[in-house]
């Protein structure tokens, strides 16, 4: 059983920001693609930010420069950091790691440990 924690969810008002963070234990996260997924009420499961092995990032398109995603393997944490929030921000948040195969803002069904999820609140 690998412990996922997720913490620094909260809330904010629009324009603000916010930083989260995600702890692997037990596993060696520089073998893995991260990633973080959000849901918001009524609504499907959706990518926000992956970071492959090379630590290369990829951003879902609404991120329009305001999150960035990184990840300390010496820790075995994934951050994001969210710029200029807004009331669309609104969701759950999910940390994601998978160690075989592509990384992927769509193929979540393949990410083999995910954080508890954590509440973001952006009030406008």
């Known amino acids: 059983q690998v412990g996922v924690v997720e913490s620094g969810g909260g809330s904010v008002q629009a324009g603000g920001s916010m930083s989260l963070s995600c702890v692997f234990a037990?596993?060696?996260?520089?073998?893995?693609?991260m990633a973080w997924f959000r849901q918001a009420p009524g609504k499907g499961r959706e990518g926000v930010a992956i970071?492959?092995?090379?630590?290369?990032?990829t951003y879902a398109d609404f991120r329009k420069g305001r999150f960035t995603i990184s990840r300390d393997n010496g820790k075995d944490t994934l951050y994001l950091r969210m710029n200029t929030l807004k009331s669309d921000d609104t969701a759950m948040y999910y940390c994601?790691?998978?160690?075989?195969?592509?990384?992927?803002?769509?193929?979540?069904?393949?990410?083999?440990?995910w954080g508890q999820g954590i509440q973001v609140t952006v009030s406008s």
């Open positions: 037990d596993i060696t996260t520089v073998y893995y693609c």
């Open positions: 994601a790691a998978r160690r075989w195969g592509g990384c992927s803002l769509k193929d979540y069904d393949n990410y083999d440990y």
């Open positions: 970071i492959d092995r090379d630590n290369s990032p």
